[in-house]
């Protein structure tokens, strides 16, 4: 994508986000589904993505007492965690959270941890191994398997040949 072409989707954005804001605006999920499309191009810079998944956290967290903005706002945080490596320090905030969502929003919190890649995220998702929800234990073997998943494939310095790394 050119320059004005990123300058006009960046501008877009931020007049969603604008939208999302209004107090006055309806079905204020479809806002945070329109910027989840985005995400899930992979037309933003990992900056930007950050930018928009943070601000999805604050979503997550503020409160909303509109089922569709919290669902909508984890949603997109899980779909920008399939084109975009999310730092462990950008969800930890909604894994702190956790026992605040019911299992089918815990599960998306569990989705984006995995996507954090981080061993830090490790214990995070242990604790949820024992729960009584099946599908929340399953997001969380999930999560584990996918920060395991970069370990087991990054090569270690030095133990390839120049010619293969």
Same mark, same amino acid.
């Given at each position: ?8 989707? +960046? ?12 107090p006055a605006a ?22 930007d993505a950050e ?38 320090? =950008?969800? %930890?905030?909604?894994?702190? +959270? ?6 089918? =929003? ?6 984006? =941890?995995?996507?954090?890649?981080? %061993?830090?995220?490790?214990?995070? +998702? ?13 997001? +969380? ?22 010619? =293969?790394?």
């Open positions: 994508m050119d320059m004005d072409g990123y300058a006009r989707l +960046a501008a877009r954005i931020e007049k969603v986000w604008e939208e999302f804001d209004d309806l079905h204020r999920d479809f806002h945070l589904d329109e910027i989840s499309d985005v995400l899930e191009a992979g037309l933003l810079t990992q900056e930018r928009a998944v943070g601000r999805m956290v604050g979503v997550a967290l503020s409160g909303d007492e509109d089922r569709a903005v919290l669902e909508s706002a984890l949603h997109a945080i899980c779909t920008a965690g399939t084109r975009y490596m999310l730092p462990l320090p =950008l969800v %930890k905030p909604l894994a702190d +959270a956790a026992d605040r969502f019911d299992p089918p =929003l815990l599960a998306y919190v569990l989705s984006a =941890l995995g996507s954090t890649y981080d %061993k830090a995220a490790t214990p995070l +998702a242990e604790r949820f191994l024992d729960h009584p929800h099946p599908e929340i234990r399953r997001e +969380a073997e999930d999560a584990l398997t996918e920060i395991r998943w970069r370990y087991r494939h990054e090569p270690i310095g030095g133990a390839l040949p120049d010619a =293969l790394g």
